[in-house]
């Protein structure tokens, strides 16, 4: 019997976004390790510089979705290409209006 992890193998990186804390990446991994029964995630707090405006526009998706929680995606696994075409090519355009915006305010 092959025993079951305990830890994901690198911690997730978090952010405080307003009310809320963040992961900032390792959504796969966190979810992978919740499918195997790991109900905490090592965690570490991110210290990079990021798009604040466009993680909050991504935040306000999910909330809009009903995920507030990595076990909130168990029943919305897509393959490769349905998540780039469902969520890569909806941040494209996200980010790419975000650009527009600040070219106007310049």
């Not at 992978?32 to 905490?40: I, R």
């Not at 909130?72 to 494209?92: A, I, P």
Request: charged share 35%; net charge negative; with cysteine.
């Amino acid at each position: 019997m092959i025993p079951k992890k305990t830890e994901i193998s690198r911690p997730i990186p978090i952010k405080q976004l307003n009310d809320d804390v963040i992961y900032t990446d390792g959504h796969t991994r966190s979810f992978a390790a919740h499918l195997n029964g790991l109900e905490k995630d090592s965690v570490f707090w991110d210290e990079d510089d990021l798009d604040w405006e466009a993680y909050e526009i991504c935040v306000k998706w999910c909330k809009d979705e009903g995920i507030y929680t990595i076990a909130d995606l168990k029943n919305r696994v897509v393959d490769s290409e349905g998540y780039r075409r469902l969520w890569h090519k909806r941040c494209d355009i996200m980010h790419e209006e975000l650009e527009t915006k600040r070219l106007k305010q310049l």
